[in-house]
């Protein structure tokens, strides 16, 4: 500190001698400088300003720091291993200095300075044909505002609330805490401006937001709002907005998948071919193919963190630790709880609900061919009938549409797929009869192996010794995974939706029960979502009865619907 001082007193010094011995001032003009009113006052510099808004989205969604925040601390994830296995124990871990936490942080704030700054250069700004042109760009500023404050208010409580720019007011040295009521009318009041402004459509860019993302976003925190008082009150609004969306679909350019005969509504939502085009998505992280991203081609890295140890029991078996199909194992950190497999999903190889299977990879095909041993069999408790069979490598050359290399990529799951004779480890989330699983030539683990009755933990190998340690294999979420848009063992270029037409659906639901305890309206709202997760020829298998539509119930729907998609 004395340094410092000495420092400062000295240049003062200097510059005080400096001024006070000349007579003549040479006054400097620097025409290339850039100043906020020139960078911001003009139409291309002020859209400039609204597209770096977008850019602090990229390093939460698809990237490990807001897996923890997003995800765990609930009933349907716990830590493999990892920096941030405070936010699901609540340890001494859980501090300030986590950077998952300084991540989101950082920014939400930025995303909030950009945003008050174009805020207040839209007052000003020239180029605009009219002032309808100007609301409709600076409605994406409120926007995200919305969305930062949300984040912040969601994850940390009562923050700094400010809606000023620093660029032109200088920061606050000694910010205060506003309340969460504050916060919500900050963030409602953007967002109302944003279903007022925005463009029904965004055509011209894909992954800008549009009307359709300021109305789920709108349901999405009037349902939040519930929590701080006047309930019924803020649920009433949640359900208008909802409503708005699911009433309209066809005004916001958006629509459900609906299942067929063949596949199932939900698995159209996540298959490859809708990812970029894809009609339920309301607000998404566009990623681009050439990688013109932030970071580059460093996108899509969520699926990596949710592996089980394929390089270690699974290679016992034919997998390998890292491929472009599965990701890099070596990099797993979370993994679904007995409460999410068995209780969430609905643990039955023939159920008629298709989103366990849609959510997770369940079976990992053998990258080389896998003779079995004495030795292999003995130490995993299998028959000695399979000793001698082999596992047959699906590893091959790619034949279909990808981004991993001009040339293609080398998959799993190209060949020697039929009555799974590559199978090499199998993780369902039913139980088979023991009897039956020593027959079969692969690993498997299903919730019987993996979970300790007396606790519904993984099982701790030290309290089963007699039974082979499974408490790294289990099944891996895989919704923004495939083949088609995987670039390398760690990095996936589709896009990532944010907010989905379906979980507005379930909104409605939770708000139409909070509001009048309408249960009949719950139910339809639920329905729809549970109809098209199955095929149509058993939809009707899938109907929840309208004595059971509570708060409880759509929670546990919520989770078999958006597991793993950044929101609890």
């Known amino acids: ?89 609540y340890d001494n871990t859980l501090t300030t200095g986590l950077a998952t936490l300084r991540t989101i942080w950082g920014g939400c704030y930025s995303a909030i300075g950009l945003a008050n700054t174009a805020i207040e250069f839209s007052k000003k700004v020239k180029g605009y044909s009219s002032q309808a042109e100007i609301d409709a760009k600076v409605a994406e500023a409120h926007f995200w505002r919305a969305w930062a404050y949300f984040n912040l208010v969601e994850q940390f409580g009562a923050v700094y609330l400010t ?5 032109t007011e200088g920061n606050n040295i000694a910010p205060k805490r506003s309340t969460e009521k504050e916060i919500y009318d900050v963030i409602i009041a953007d967002l109302k401006f944003a279903t007022e402004k925005l463009p029904l459509t965004q055509s011209s860019t894909r992954g800008r937001v549009a009307r359709k993302a300021a109305y789920a976003m709108l349901a999405k925190v009037y349902l939040q709002r519930t929590r701080l008082g006047d309930a019924a009150q803020y649920a009433k609004l949640s359900l208008d907005a909802a409503e708005e969306l699911i009433n309209n679909q066809a005004k916001y350019n958006c629509a459900l998948y609906l299942s067929d005969a063949t596949r199932s509504g939900f698995a159209k939502a996540f298959d490859q071919k809708n990812n970029k085009s894809n009609s339920e998505f309301l607000f998404l992280q566009a990623v681009d193919v050439a990688g013109l991203n932030p970071e580059g081609f460093n996108r899509g890295r969520t699926r990596q963190y949710f592996l089980p140890d394929l390089g270690g029991r699974g290679a016992d078996w034919g997998t390998i630790e890292t491929t472009v199909l599965y990701g890099r194992s070596n990099a797993k950190q979370y993994k679904p709880t007995k409460y999410l497999l068995t209780s969430i999903f609905d643990p039955s190889e023939t159920t008629p609900d298709t989103r366990f299977a849609n959510t997770f990879t369940y079976k990992f095909y053998a990258s080389a061919d896998k003779v079995i041993t004495t030795a292999l069999a003995n130490t995993y408790q299998k028959d000695p009938s399979i000793v001698g069979k082999t596992i047959l490598s699906t590893r091959q050359a790619y034949s279909g549409p990808d981004y991993f290399l001009v040339a293609g990529g080398t998959f799993e799951e190209e060949k020697n797929m039929t009555n799974d004779v590559g199978l090499s480890v199998f993780t369902p989330n039913w139980t088979i009869p023991t009897a039956t699983k020593r027959l079969l030539p692969y690993l498997v683990a299903d919730p019987s192996d993996l979970f300790d009755p007396a606790t519904n933990n993984y099982k701790l190998p030290a309290s089963f010794p007699n039974e082979p340690s499974l408490i790294n294999i289990f099944p891996a979420f895989k919704k923004f995974s495939n083949k088609m848009y995987a670039q ?57 009865p309208m004595g059971e539509m509570n708060v409880a119930y759509i929670l546990k729907e919520r989770g078999r619907e958006l597991a793993g998609e950044h929101t609890r």
């Not at 009113?37 to 698809?62: C, H, R, S």
């Not at 809606?163 to 660029?167: G, L, P, R, Y």
């Open 163 to 167: 809606t000023t720019s620093a660029a």
């Open 488 to 544: 390398s063992n760690q990095n996936w270029l589709g896009d990532i939706p944010i907010i989905r037409l379906s979980e507005v659906y379930l909104i409605a639901a939770e708000a139409a029960i909070l509001y009048n305890n309408d249960a009949a309206k719950a139910a339809n709202y639920v329905n729809v979502i549970r109809k098209r997760a199955a095929l149509t020829t058993r939809e009707n298998e899938m109907l929840a």
């Open 1 to 89: 500190m004395n340094r410092l001082y000495k420092y400062s007193l000295g240049l003062v010094i200097v510059l005080s001698l400096s001024t006070t011995s000349c007579k003549d001032y040479l006054e400097e003009n620097n025409p290339g400088a850039t100043t906020l009113e020139t960078a911001y006052n003009n139409k291309p510099g002020f859209e400039g300003l609204i597209n770096t808004i977008y850019v602090d989205n990229y390093f939460f969604y698809g990237k490990v720091d807001f897996i923890g925040p997003s995800e765990m601390g609930t009933d349907l994830w716990i830590n493999y291993a990892g920096s941030d296995i405070g936010i699901t124990t």
